[in-house]
């Protein structure tokens, strides 16, 4: 099998999945989203048509005319029977905090109080409607990266301010008070591979990527249920799912995520997590 693995450089993942790709046989090709071109599959010139198989491993930063114009190209290679690894639906909607949390709230999946508004005057409201302690998040965002707690009114209101101006979506959330960890599950074909417990370390964040520790988890069955039901919602067949225990010993899905990293989940799991995926890709995933 010919793999492309479309990403915005040559990374520890791509590295790995090429790795893993070569140690099963297949052949993989690293493309650079940026630097893709195409037309119309029909005319003989489109970039992934050589390849039997796409794994999308990144999306680039870009002006919205590029980045729906690189979701055009995979739409178009998964209309011409190029398997694209997670269908392009799972990754519009995992790319987008706000349209993720619809889709998990419409399968009754339990997600904090979340309000998205354009103008600071409506975000200062909803601050104040969920209880004048949130989360502020960039609706594209991952690894932590932009999150902000914000607690005070004056705060609240410079930041607000601030994203308004520069035409951005004001992201809430309830911040959940939570025991200092959460869990990262890694779903691969409607399953848990191996998940990880996330620390904060002097910080409320878990993100490794932001300080956290991570240690080796097993899933109690609902917990489990909860994340393959979570990576359901949103069309995922690989997706790291985030799970927050909330004060009263509920769980919230934080985060689905359609392109997840596993540099810490492989390290303390020992599970080769690259090599599981492309086996998944050559002998199971159908879109």
């Known amino acids: 099998m010919r793999i492309a693995l479309l990403s915005g450089g040559t990374g520890w993942h ?5 790795r893993a790709a070569a140690d099963l046989g297949h052949a993989a090709g690293i493309l650079d989203f940026r630097r893709l071109s195409a037309g119309a599959p029909s005319q003989g010139y489109e970039p992934l048509a050589g390849y039997d198989a796409v794994v999308v491993r ?7 005319e590029q980045v729906v114009f690189r979701m055009d190209m995979l739409h178009a290679a998964a209309a011409a029977g190029v398997l694209v690894l997670n269908p392009p639906r799972a990754v519009e909607a995992c790319v987008d905090k706000y349209l993720t949390n619809v889709r ?3 399968a009754g999946l339990p997600v904090p109080e979340t309000v998205a508004c354009q103008r600071a005057d409506d975000a200062l409201m909803a601050f104040d409607r969920l209880g ?3 989360v502020v998040k960039p609706l594209f965002g991952a690894e932590g990266r932009g999150m902000v707690r914000v607690i005070d009114p004056e705060l609240a209101w410079r930041t607000f301010r601030a994203i308004e101006q520069t035409g951005g979506v004001i992201y809430l959330q309830r911040f959940v008070r939570h025991p200092g ?9 409607g399953k848990v591979v ?16 932001q300080g956290g520790t991570a240690e080796r988890a097993e899933l109690a069955f609902s917990e489990r249920k909860l994340a393959v039901q979570a990576a359901e919602a949103v069309g995922t067949a690989v997706a790291g799912v985030d799970l927050l225990p909330g004060p009263g010993g509920e769980w919230f899905v934080i985060e689905v995520n359609a392109v997840p990293g596993w540099r810490a989940l492989a390290a303390v799991t020992g599970h080769d997590i690259a090599r599981t995926v492309v ?9």
Do not use: C, H, Q
Not at 58 to 64: D, E, N, R, V, Y
Not at 181 to 189: E, M, N, Q, S, Y
Not at 198 to 206: E, H, K, L, N, P
């Open 14 to 18: 791509v590295k790995d999945l090429a």
């Open 58 to 64: 990144t999306m680039p930063a870009g002006s919205l």
């Open 104 to 106: 998990l709230l419409a």
């Open 132 to 134: 004048g302690d949130v």
């Open 181 to 189: 960890w959460d869990l990262r599950a890694f779903v691969i074909g």
């Open 194 to 209: 191996a998940a990880m417990k996330r620390t904060a370390r002097g910080d409320w964040r878990t993100n490794v990527a």
């Open 279 to 287: 086996r998944f890709l050559a002998e199971e995933y159908r879109l």
